[in-house]
T-cell receptor, first 114, second 114 residues
């Protein structure tokens, strides 16, 4: 069965600093990968997704992610963090089941210091 | 378009009480999903409906039932609530049950079972 690991439960960065959130997946075939963001008290919003092609994927709000098959990783990056980026971030992979269900990592909580 | 809407936003139940969580989408999507979110565990799929008239169990279906009332609406029922069902519940929808389709999430229902 597929799985997603986000090894960092909580990350704190200063506003303007760069950010990298880690995501590792376990999946037998070519994975379809997603990053979602959840602001406090809100639902999940899609930041970006990878299906095939260019391994560097651009998303909304200045985020990007790089798919590295050799490392089974799909890390999320942003060159300069804004205070409004404080949220919880979830990595997800589409399952191999009939419904193509999303399997989520446990999330990384991002705190941004002024 | 309102996207995915959920009612109620918040509910407190006593152990053994029943309730139904409502979800509706106005995007003409075929597939709908119910997830629960618990601290440190990401989102876990409870039930899904790949198309109108079909429903299937997800990862954690015990204690829940669902109804796909029509293409727009997908409800989740707790017949006899238990404290272990205290969680935040999210409904999602996508246009086809395919790997490349984005799931759109509602704002969530916070449920507390005493």
């Amino acid at each position: 069965a597929q799985s997603v690991t986000q090894p960092d439960i909580h990350i704190t960065v200063s506003e303007g600093a760069s950010l990298e959130l880690r995501c590792n997946y376990s999946y037998g075939a070519t994975p379809y990968l997603f990053w979602y963001v959840q602001s406090p008290g809100q639902g999940l919003q899609l930041l970006l997704k990878y299906f095939s092609g260019d391994t560097l994927v651009q998303g909304i709000k200045g985020f990007e992610a790089e798919f590295k098959r050799s490392q089974s990783s799909f890390n999320l990056r942003k060159p300069s963090v804004h205070w409004s980026d404080a949220a919880e971030y979830f990595c997800a992979v589409v399952s191999s089941g009939s419904a193509r269900q999303l399997t989520f990592g446990s999330g990384t909580q991002l705190t941004v210091l002024p | 378009n309102a996207g995915v809407t959920q009612t109620p936003k918040f509910q407190v139940l006593k152990t053994g009480q029943s309730m139904t969580l409502q979800c509706a989408q106005d995007m003409n999507h075929n597939s709908m999903y119910w997830y629960r979110q618990d601290p440190g565990m990401g989102l876990r799929l409870i039930y899904y409906s790949a198309s109108e008239g079909t429903t299937d169990k997800g990862e954690v279906p015990n204690g829940y039932n669902v109804s796909r009332l029509n293409k727009r609406e997908f409800s989740l029922r707790l017949e006899s609530a238990a404290p272990s069902q205290t969680s935040v519940y999210f409904c999602a929808s996508s246009s086809v049950p395919g790997s490349q389709e984005t799931q759109y999430f509602g704002p969530g229902t916070r449920l507390l079972v005493l």
